[in-house]
């Protein structure tokens, strides 16, 4: 189980503490990859990661490494932002991503300019269900680095 969330001291962004279970993903995430929990017995990904794989109920698993690209499933614009830290960032967005390679799964985040970019770098307006998008990974603090999307058209 996850602990409280702690802030940046640069930028009082939430970050990430992860739990046992979770913890291979962000160390493959500060590696610059995308990787999501898979059943070692039926194959099947599952995120968030969890000791039991919920078709076959096996408890051996593996950590599949997906190609870094998918699509957005659905996405909001909070209004009004609820913490300090995201009001300068408003409107931001944070997205659903269903990876490719990984059907049934989404991966949480935000759409950006570029890998390091605010996250309100993206107009709300550019945004769209389905939109094809490609992982970047942004070091939020030392030793604590996050997956993010860009639109695809924008790495081209």
Request: proline share 15%; with cysteine.
């Amino acid at each position: 189980m996850a602990t409280a969330a702690r802030t940046t001291t640069d930028t009082g962004l939430l970050l990430p503490v992860p739990d046992t279970d979770g913890a291979p993903f962000w160390e493959f995430a500060a590696r610059g990859e995308l990787r999501v929990q898979a059943c070692a017995d039926c194959r099947t990904p599952r995120f968030p990661p969890r000791p039991c794989c919920p078709h076959c109920q096996s408890f051996d698993a593996t950590w599949q490494q997906l190609p870094g690209s998918g699509h957005i499933w659905s996405y909001v614009v909070p209004h009004p932002p609820l913490l300090p830290a995201y009001t300068d960032l408003s409107p931001y967005n944070v997205v659903l991503v269903e990876p490719t390679g990984a059907p049934g799964i989404r991966l949480p985040g935000n759409v950006v300019a570029a890998p390091d970019a605010p996250l309100d770098s993206v107009a709300p307006s550019r945004l769209r269900i389905g939109a094809p998008v490609t992982v970047v990974f942004a070091a939020l603090a030392p030793g604590v680095v996050v997956p993010r999307w860009q639109l695809a058209e924008a790495k081209a």
